[in-house]
T-cell receptor, first 110, second 113 residues
Framework: KNQVEQSPQSLIILEGKNCTLQ??????????LRWYKQDTGRGPVSLTI?????NTKSNGRYTATLDADTKQSSLHITASQLSDSASYIC?????????FGAGTRLTVKP | GAGVSQSPRYKVAKRGRDVALRCDSI?????LYWYRQTLGQGSEVLTY????????KSGRPSGRFSAERPERSVSTLKIQRTEQGDSAVYLC???????????FGQGTRLTVV
């Protein structure tokens, strides 16, 4: 069983709408959690990093939350744009190793 | 500035053949990861190595996958006796020691026929 589970697997929304992506993990010990955006044909690029003591962090229209007690994180995208169409990958880091979620494929339609 | 670079971008291999994929990471980065993405199965870490150039901590699946690091900023992922299930995008990522962000290459798409 993967130590990082993401949901939904794919999502289609209309431009301008909001959406929330989920990441549940069992990685222990926990160091930090990052959300990456991966455009088609490109490598993932970091959006946000959450450490144990952080609950919420925003980066423009992206807001990530972390509940270290329940080991859950979410990525909320506000006022989606066509350029938000991409895969969003949750990566959880232990002391050394990284564990990757399978990603959520987001499609924003006009 | 130089980022993480992978080559080739695309590779077609006959089933049963060995392949080698190259990653040029960022100078000074200590930890280097190889992982692959497949449709339907998501992402899995294959190997990662730290400052010891020759140490390879293999993830899943083991055996046919190995990584060599002849230089600190160069890694080669070797896949022996390729299988059709190995068809995937192989991504390389590196991170500086003491830092946590991993920087990714653009990936190599391997197709096993």
């Amino acid at each position: 069983k993967n130590q990082v589970e993401q949901s939904p697997q794919s999502l289609i929304i209309l431009e301008g709408k909001n959406c929330t992506l989920q990441c549940n993990y069992t990685v222990s010990p926990f160091s930090n959690l990052r959300w990456y955006k991966q455009d088609t044909g490109r490598g993932p690029v970091s959006l946000t990093i959450m450490t144990f003591s952080e609950n919420t962090k925003s980066n423009g229209r992206y807001t990530a939350t972390l509940d270290a007690d329940t080991k859950q994180s979410s990525l909320h995208i506000t006022a989606s744009q066509l350029s938000d169409s991409a895969s969003y990958i949750c990566v959880v880091r232990g002391f050394v190793d990284m564990r990757f979620g399978a990603g959520t494929r987001l499609t924003v339609k006009p | 500035g130089a980022g993480v670079s992978q080559s080739p971008r695309y590779k077609v291999a006959k089933r049963g053949r060995d392949v080698a994929l190259r990653c040029d990471s960022i100078s000074g980065h200590v930890t280097l990861y190889w992982y692959r993405q497949t449709l339907g199965q998501g992402s899995e870490v294959l190997t990662y190595s730290q400052s010891d150039a020759q140490r390879d901590k293999s993830g899943r699946p083991s055996g046919r996958f190995s990584a060599e690091r002849p230089e600190r900023s160069v890694s080669t992922l070797k896949i022996q006796r390729t299988e059709q299930g190995d068809s995937a995008v192989y991504l390389c990522a590196s991170s500086p020691y003491g830092n946590t962000e991993a920087f990714f290459g653009q990936g190599t798409r391997l197709t096993v026929v």
